[in-house]
């Protein structure tokens, strides 16, 4: 049964950081490319960050390009994002899953900043 289990989110300020984690199982993790997405009420889930099997290329989307920090631990079946420099837009809920969304969804985990 393939679970993904995100955590780490929560309330910061503007110019906070955090990081994410997501705890994947039911699945060879270490195959696939992975990914964090993003979603706000009412909008399209939006890709954040992806990372190649053996850590080898990152892809941002530009909103977060110099900011955020995707990477993985194969070996724990652990994906990360760590956040930097956190704006107001980047209050969304997070979730992990492969490039291209092929497994089921987690619950993801809500981040909230405001001042």
């Known amino acids: 049964q393939v679970q993904l289990v995100e955590s780490g989110g929560g309330l910061v300020q503007p110019g906070g950081s955090l990081r994410l984690s997501c705890a994947a199982s039911?699945?060879?993790?270490?195959?696939?490319?992975m990914s964090w997405y993003r979603q706000v009420p009412g909008k399209e889930r939006e890709l954040v960050a992806s990372?190649?099997?053996?850590?080898?290329?990152?892809n941002y989307a530009d909103s977060v390009k110099g900011r955020f920090s995707i990477s993985r631990d194969n070996a724990k079946s652990t994906l990360y994002l760590q956040m930097n420099s956190l704006k107001v837009e980047d209050t969304a809920v997070y979730y992990c899953?492969?490039?291209?969304?092929?497994?089921?969804w987690g619950q993801g985990t809500q981040v909230t900043v405001s001042s």
């Open positions: 899953n492969t490039w291209g969304a092929t497994k089921s």
């Open positions: 990372i190649t099997q053996h850590s080898g290329t990152t």
């Open positions: 039911g699945f060879i993790f270490r195959t696939f490319m």
